[in-house]
């Protein structure tokens, strides 16, 4: 874990926002977008309007072995509310759609200029008052894909890879990486 980018070194501080979350159909894809969310380095997710407990239980389950106590995770938010949230610490609206301006020709300005970030990923279609609130509609090419790839790749760009690395130091388990085994060691905090 020595050559590990800490949560903070990665510089900006990133938030999910979750539209259009249905319980019944997209429990998994929700789940996949709080994983990528946590992994990559973002600090919390936003699942807008709706409660879905067993996402947040997932995650959580998953913080308390492998870490990341800071993440944090709201469902039946207010999307607005928290876009205003954002905009007043003077942060950026990032809206990851296929119908966006290119990844490459923003990334550069979005990394430099907005010290906290909202990204927002949608399920179905996207109410255009978002494009319109956006400071930021980014297309990760312009073929539908999903929220999921979306959000992965828009963070490892963000931060030119470091995230793959990220350490985190309140875990109760690591991987040892292993060619072919799988090799889990439990932190010894004596
Ligand atoms: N036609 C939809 C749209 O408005 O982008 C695709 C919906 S897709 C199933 C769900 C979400 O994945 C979108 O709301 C967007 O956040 C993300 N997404 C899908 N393809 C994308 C792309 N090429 N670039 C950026 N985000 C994308």
């Not at 990559?40 to 870490?67: C, H, L, N, P, T």
């Not at 944090?72 to 296929?98: A, W, Y």
């Not at 992965?152 to 388990?173: H, S």
Request: aromatic fraction near 8%; proline fraction near 3%; charged fraction near 30%.
């Amino acid at each position: 874990m020595s050559s590990c980018t800490t949560v903070e070194e990665l510089g900006n501080e990133v938030y999910v926002l979750r539209l259009g979350h249905r319980p019944q159909r997209d429990k998994r894809i929700t789940t996949h977008v709080a994983l990528v969310a946590r992994a990559f380095g973002a600090r919390g997710i936003y699942i807008a309007e709706v409660r879905d407990d067993s996402i947040k239980q997932s995650i959580k389950k998953v913080i308390s072995k492998w870490g990341g106590s800071y993440f944090e995770i709201s469902d039946g938010v207010d999307p607005l509310t928290i876009i205003n949230k954002i905009k007043s610490e003077s942060g950026c609206i990032v809206h990851l759609t296929m119908y966006g301006l290119p990844i490459d020709n923003v990334i550069n300005e979005i990394r430099e200029k907005c010290k906290k970030i909202l990204v927002i990923v949608g399920a179905e279609k996207v109410e255009r008052l978002y494009y319109e609130i956006a400071d930021y509609n980014v297309a990760i090419g312009n073929q539908p894909h999903s929220e999921v790839s979306a959000l992965a790749i828009f963070l490892d760009r963000l931060w030119r890879g470091r995230e793959i690395n990220i350490c985190f130091p309140d875990a109760e388990y690591y991987i040892v990486p292993s060619r072919r085994n799988k090799v889990v060691k439990r932190v010894d905090r004596k």
